[in-house]
């Protein structure tokens, strides 16, 4: 008896669970067994009381050993233990239940052959009692078909036998209606076999899908865990890019101040400069130590404003609007970039200019100046301050024969990026994981690029610098001289 496809039970790693059903039929012999007993030891006794006078010597040898036969299998009932997984200890179960079955069967078979010294009533008596204990016989073996059929078998075939052979109708109808009963009780215990088995195989079913349930629901807490942990670091980028795009917002709002701002500072700073020089030509006409060190002082004093004045236009250069076709200097621009971040880049690297003779680009000014200021800001952070003798930035301008594009490269000595990095570095939500909050001007960077025609990419390797590469179109006015 199987159930097809059915899933071994857990418990029985060797036995499967054909192993687990066969348990479970011996446990429910097991358990009934002892009430069956005392039926039969019963029954035996009324039996050899009431035929006491009629046989010669009486049945109570009989009945005596049904009864020793009665306590043997009682104690195999009480010493029975499951062993679903060791299929040699299950066969040596299977074999005393059967065994017993039989043995008991066998001896209330040997009466029927007694008819012929009994009386017709003790006859009638007799095939009560057979009939009776096959009924008592498929409840208590209803769980394992060939135990009940053991009993059966040979305790009902002499009796139908003598029925059947008998000249009295009575008799003779007895017989058939025994064959009939002898089938419908071997059709009810086969089908609660058959039943036990569809439970224990659902039984079964259901543990492992429990099981798979459970599997399951870890899982998903797993992923449900992975999906929280991945929503908590995107809520963070989001939030470090939210901040940092309102600073870039703050930044883009005081760059469109820098033009006015840089036309008031320089309305007085060209008055201070006028007047400074005109104090050094005055100082070097004085004789003396006093006149040489005022000189001195004067001299540092314009050089000073010069400085300020350069700053200030370089400042009014990248906020300027444009006007007229878009079209800007990258060698100019990338000069006023310099000098924009100049004081932090004292600290960090030197700078190595390696500009080509290129022509005017295909963008305003003001895009441009956003572009490369991005880039140099983003190269000059990128390296660790504190050694600018071990470190260079380094600006370089060129042809790109083959696309007939400018070529503009912003590299630097900081940290190596490994290819993934790289391929993340455009990225809005990734950059600042990269290479942290000054990468958010890179994504920025890819927005302009693509916005006048051109393209924008990251490459370096292991112990090389890392290197922006930009290509620009070339301005409609410049088309046809680029070499």
Same mark, same amino acid.
């Given at each position: 008896?199987?159930?097809?496809? $059915?899933?071994?039970?857990?418990?029985?790693a060797?036995?499967?669970i054909?192993g687990?059903v066969?348990?479970?039929q011996?446990?429910?012999?097991?358990?009934?067994?002892p009430?069956a007993?005392?039926?039969?030891?019963?029954n +035996?006794?009324?039996?050899?009381?009431?035929?006491h006078h009629?046989l010669r010597g009486?049945?109570?040898?009989?009945?005596?050993?049904l009864?020793?036969l009665?306590s043997? #299998?009682?104690w195999?009932?009480w010493s /029975?233990r499951p062993?679903?997984? %060791?299929?040699?200890?299950?066969?040596r179960?299977?074999?005393w239940?059967?065994?017993g079955?039989? *043995?008991?069967?066998?001896?209330w078979?040997?009466?029927?052959l007694?008819?012929s010294e009994?009386?017709?009533s003790?006859r009638a008596?007799v095939?009560?009692v057979l009939?009776?204990?096959?009924a008592?016989? =498929?409840?208590s073996n209803?769980? /394992?078909?060939?135990?009940?059929l053991a009993?059966?078998?040979p305790?009902?075939?002499?009796?139908?036998?003598?029925?059947l052979r008998?000249?009295?109708?009575?008799?003779?109808?007895?017989g058939v209606m025994?064959?009939?009963?002898?089938?419908a009780?071997? *059709?009810?215990?086969?089908?609660g076999?058959?039943s036990l088995?569809e439970?224990?195989?659902?039984r079964?079913?259901? #543990?492992?899908?429990?099981?798979e349930?459970?599997?399951?629901?870890e899982?998903?807490?797993?992923? &449900?865990a992975?999906?929280e942990?991945?929503v908590?670091?995107?809520?963070r980028r989001?939030m470090?890019?939210?901040?940092?795009?309102?600073?870039?917002?703050l930044?883009?709002s005081?760059?469109?101040l820098?033009a006015?701002v840089?036309?008031?500072? &320089?309305?007085?700073?060209?008055?201070?400069?006028?007047?400074? *020089?005109?104090?050094?030509r005055?100082l070097?006409?004085?004789a003396? %130590?006093?006149?040489?060190a005022?000189?001195?002082?004067?001299?540092?004093?314009?050089?000073?404003a010069?400085?300020v004045?350069d700053?200030v236009? &370089?400042l009014?250069a990248l906020?300027?609007? =444009?006007?007229g076709? $878009?079209?800007?200097?990258?060698r100019?621009t990338? %000069? $006023?970039c310099?000098a924009?971040?100049?004081?932090?880049?004292r600290? !960090?690297a030197?700078?190595?200019? %390696? /500009?080509?003779d290129?022509?005017r680009v295909?963008?305003?000014?003001a895009?441009l100046?956003q572009?490369l200021?991005?880039?140099?800001?983003h190269?000059?952070?990128s390296?660790?301050p504190?050694?600018?003798?071990?470190?260079?930035i !380094?600006?370089?301008?060129g042809?790109?024969?083959v696309?007939?594009q400018?070529?503009?490269?912003?590299s630097?000595t900081g940290?190596?990026?490994s290819?993934d990095?790289?391929a !993340?570095?455009?990225?809005l939500a990734?950059?600042?994981?990269?290479?942290?909050?000054?990468?958010l001007?890179l994504s920025?960077?890819?927005?302009?690029v +693509?916005?006048v025609g051109?393209?924008?990419? *990251?490459?370096?390797?292991?112990?090389?610098? &890392?290197?922006?590469?930009?290509?620009?179109?070339v =301005?409609?006015?410049?088309e046809?001289?680029?070499?």
């Amino acid at each position: 008896m199987t159930l097809g496809n $059915a899933a071994p039970a857990p418990g029985a790693a060797r036995g499967g669970i054909a192993g687990e059903v066969l348990a479970e039929q011996l446990a429910g012999l097991a358990r009934r067994l002892p009430v069956a007993l005392a039926t039969v030891v019963v029954n +035996s006794a009324a039996v050899a009381a009431v035929l006491h006078h009629s046989l010669r010597g009486g049945l109570w040898p009989w009945a005596g050993a049904l009864w020793l036969l009665s306590s043997l #299998r009682l104690w195999v009932a009480w010493s /029975y233990r499951p062993r679903p997984g %060791e299929p040699a200890a299950q066969a040596r179960q299977r074999l005393w239940f059967v065994g017993g079955s039989l *043995a008991n069967g066998l001896a209330w078979g040997a009466l029927p052959l007694l008819f012929s010294e009994l009386a017709a009533s003790e006859r009638a008596f007799v095939a009560v009692v057979l009939v009776g204990m096959s009924a008592g016989a =498929a409840g208590s073996n209803s769980t /394992y078909l060939p135990a009940f059929l053991a009993f059966l078998v040979p305790a009902l075939l002499p009796l139908e036998v003598q029925l059947l052979r008998s000249r009295v109708a009575l008799e003779l109808a007895t017989g058939v209606m025994g064959l009939v009963f002898t089938g419908a009780m071997v *059709a009810i215990v086969r089908q609660g076999s058959r039943s036990l088995v569809e439970i224990l195989g659902s039984r079964d079913r259901n #543990r492992a899908l429990a099981e798979e349930l459970g599997a399951a629901r870890e899982q998903l807490a797993e992923v &449900n865990a992975g999906l929280e942990e991945r929503v908590r670091g995107q809520t963070r980028r989001l939030m470090e890019v939210e901040r940092e795009l309102a600073q870039a917002a703050l930044l883009a709002s005081v760059g469109s101040l820098s033009a006015s701002v840089a036309h008031e500072i &320089n309305s007085p700073l060209s008055g201070v400069m006028a007047n400074l *020089a005109w104090l050094e030509r005055e100082l070097a006409t004085v004789a003396g %130590e006093g006149g040489a060190a005022l000189l001195e002082a004067v001299t540092e004093s314009r050089q000073g404003a010069a400085r300020v004045r350069d700053i200030v236009r &370089n400042l009014g250069a990248l906020a300027a609007p =444009a006007s007229g076709p $878009a079209a800007a200097d990258v060698r100019e621009t990338l %000069e $006023a970039c310099a000098a924009v971040v100049g004081s932090e880049l004292r600290g !960090r690297a030197r700078l190595v200019r %390696e /500009y080509g003779d290129v022509p005017r680009v295909g963008a305003d000014r003001a895009r441009l100046s956003q572009l490369l200021l991005s880039l140099v800001l983003h190269a000059v952070r990128s390296v660790p301050p504190g050694a600018p003798e071990h470190h260079e930035i !380094r600006l370089r301008t060129g042809w790109d024969p083959v696309r007939r594009q400018v070529q503009v490269e912003v590299s630097d000595t900081g940290p190596a990026l490994s290819p993934d990095d790289r391929a !993340r570095l455009f990225d809005l939500a990734a950059a600042p994981a990269v290479r942290g909050a000054q990468a958010l001007g890179l994504s920025l960077c890819h927005q302009l690029v +693509s916005g006048v025609g051109g393209s924008i990419r *990251a490459r370096g390797a292991e112990g090389l610098p &890392n290197v922006v590469e930009v290509l620009l179109p070339v =301005a409609a006015e410049a088309e046809g001289r680029g070499s």
